[in-house]
């Protein structure tokens, strides 16, 4: 290297080793940073999905219901709450794995609801630049987040019943009492623009047929 920049050549490399790099570079470039814009840049063929709703109106399973009857990418979230009791296949992470996940930038959405870490795999821009339609479940208040990243991102709502949801909430028995009450009272909260509704009282297989059509 040194024989080459000295004939006047322009060398350009990456140098992982931090004291090789000290010697031989004149210049650094920090390319962390260019990620963003590049995605960005790519004509993404596919339709990215997310489905909100309050909890307890029955995302999970539509979704679960849904997996095995449209050709669309489902991706894993990343969630730091315990798996013992859920209704969904998901990565549990700690604080440790959260970190490395975006420092080494494998998400590509993240949020935090409910003292919780969640985050959709950096895997999607894969399914969506081949033409793959991808569907995930997300959070109604990070929808601002999801189109700064997303413009063209689709939302899906799904909606029920107070007394449905409150019966659905006990029934999972994933809170107490004071949480349920806490949810409910979070369930009031304006629908996003531009939703497209889905009601989920009493009919599953009706609400699943629903999400196919708004997917085809």
């Not at 998400?107 to 793959?132: E, R």
């Not at 497209?196 to 047929?209: F, R, S």
Request: net charge positive; proline share 2%.
């Amino acid at each position: 290297i040194s024989e080459k920049k000295e004939k006047g050549s322009a060398i350009l490399g990456i140098f992982h080793d931090k004291e090789v790099r000290d010697k031989v570079c004149d210049r650094e470039i920090d390319v962390s940073n260019f990620s963003a814009s590049w995605e960005k840049s790519i004509m993404r063929k596919g339709t990215l999905f997310t489905v909100v709703g309050p909890s307890g109106v029955g995302k999970d399973s539509i979704l679960n219901a849904a997996k095995n009857k449209v050709d669309a990418y489902f991706p894993k979230r990343y969630i730091s709450r315990s798996a013992e009791v859920d209704n969904e296949d998901f990565i549990k992470v700690d604080q440790s794995q959260i970190d490395i996940l975006l420092k080494e930038k494998r998400v590509a959405i993240h949020w935090y609801a409910h003292n919780n870490f969640y985050g959709i795999p950096i895997d999607i821009i894969y399914h969506l630049n081949k033409g793959t339609n991808v569907i995930f479940n997300g959070s109604r208040h990070a929808i601002k987040e999801y189109k700064q990243q997303f413009p063209e991102l689709k939302i899906i709502y799904i909606d029920a019943k107070e007394e449905i949801v409150l019966e659905r909430l006990k029934k999972r028995a994933r809170e107490n009492a004071k949480d349920i009450q806490l949810r409910l009272k979070r369930a009031k909260f304006d629908i996003p623009t531009g939703s497209i509704i889905i009601n989920n009282e009493d009919d599953l297989d009706k609400a699943v047929i629903q999400l196919l059509s708004v997917m085809h």
